[in-house]
């Protein structure tokens, strides 16, 4: 009898501190609402770096609205680095006059006017990765500022932030922001230093992975850069962090850029669409050839990223050059990639025991890049895929 009574005191004590604990662990969870999807839209480094403006963001605007890329579900357009030149004597942030000779809420005006949403970057340290001020000790001003100019969505990097920590830095932006009446999506960029898969889901609507994608198949660069395969080989395994709300982010979009071949660029969007990454374009949206837009477009792979179950795709085979890539949907289908690293045209192929399917039922298969339903197969699939290419498949049973 007193062995039972103490048993159930052991266990309600359990059971309270469990819960007791529960709840200080989701106290702080960011809970705004925001990107229930990856969020999509254009942001300005990757092609222009510091070379950003007033015309060239309100002539990316209007060609996102006009190219079709604002049907496809791009909206957010971010300027990064250098558009901050200063602080006022009372602290707030200054917006470089000459080059932004309206200001920022003019701006973000016009960005609203063609029903996109504005997106702005700073960093977490003293000052910016290009020097500019940086929002340490400035944090809760800063978010004022931006709600004041309508900002919608912050990119937030880790440049001069030697003495602080990650975990601190972070939170303290997401509570001004949260303090800040306006409703902004917050994507944190410390590159991955701080495995931030593991912690951030409480801080930020997104977090960078890796460090700077560059416009290239595989090359590397001495301070950290890297193209895009070699981030890609980064992501396998952080699919279980992501979900409505916080996803990991591998890096804004080289499409476009030139660095590459038309085939290798499909290779890269697909790649990131599956991954259910931020789709955040990072060409000049003004002067793409018809090619580049019909990739950036593709409303049927972009479903891929922006399928509502939101969940991040795995690789499942990895045979070498030949890898299997694959994402559950929503309709209880799933996306497959099937994709060539290799130089030469391969024939690979995909069996239903694979992806989960039962093994001698039949599946329906569509190909999301020749918008065509190949019809129904038993057992598995194959097809010849290019070199550096993709095949794209919905696979139903
Ligand atoms: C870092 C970021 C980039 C870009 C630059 C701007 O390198 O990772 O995405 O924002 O800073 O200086």
Not at 88 to 104: L, N, T, V
Not at 143 to 168: M, R
Not at 257 to 266: H, Q
């Amino acid at each position: 009898m007193l062995e039972a009574l103490k048993y159930r005191w052991v266990l309600t004590s359990v059971l309270f501190f469990g819960f007791l604990v529960f709840i200080c662990s989701t106290a702080s969870a960011l809970d705004n609402g925001l990107a229930r999807t990856p969020p999509m839209g254009w942001n300005s480094w990757n092609k222009f770096a510091c070379d950003v403006s007033e015309k060239l963001i309100k002539e990316t605007a209007d060609a996102v609205v006009s190219s079709g890329m604002k049907d496809a579900g791009y909206v957010y357009i971010v300027i990064d680095d250098c558009w901050q030149v200063n602080r006022d004597p009372s602290g707030k942030i200054m917006a470089d006059a000459q080059r932004f000779p309206s200001g920022m809420k003019a701006l973000s005006e016009y960005i609203h006017s063609r029903g996109l949403k504005f997106g702005l970057y700073s960093d977490a340290g003293t000052a910016t990765c290009q020097g500019r001020p940086g929002s340490h000790g400035y944090e809760e001003i800063d978010a004022k500022t931006y709600a004041e100019w309508g900002v919608d969505y912050l990119k937030y990097d880790w440049c001069h932030a030697e003495n602080l920590k990650q975990q601190d830095a972070y939170a303290a932006m997401r509570d001004a922001l949260a303090k800040s009446g306006r409703e902004i999506v917050f994507s944190m960029c410390e590159w991955g230093t701080s495995r931030p898969w593991l912690w951030a889901e409480k801080v930020a609507n997104l977090w960078r992975t890796t460090g700077d994608i560059q416009d290239c198949w595989d090359c590397q660069a001495g301070w950290g850069g890297m193209g895009w395969t070699l981030i890609l080989d980064l992501q396998a395994g952080l699919e279980k962090h992501a979900g409505p709300g916080h996803w990991n982010d591998p890096d804004m979009l080289e499409v476009g850029n030139g660095g590459m071949t038309a085939t290798e660029y499909k290779s890269h969007f697909s790649l990131w669409c599956l991954l259910a990454s931020p789709l955040m374009a990072g060409n000049d949206i003004r002067n793409m050839t018809p090619e580049i837009k019909e990739i950036l477009t593709n409303k049927e792979i972009i479903g891929l990223n922006q399928d509502a179950l939101g969940t991040q795709g795995s690789k499942i085979r990895d045979d070498g050059n030949f890898e299997v890539w694959s994402k559950p949907l929503s309709d209880g289908s799933k996306g497959v990639i099937l994709f060539n690293r290799d130089a030469q045209k391969t024939k690979m192929t995909l069996s239903w025991e694979e992806l989960g399917f039962e093994k001698d039922k039949a599946a329906t298969l569509r190909d999301l890049w020749l918008h065509r339903d190949l019809g129904e197969f038993g057992g598995g699939f194959s097809a010849d895929v290019d070199p550096h290419g993709v095949v794209v498949l919905k696979v139903k049973q």
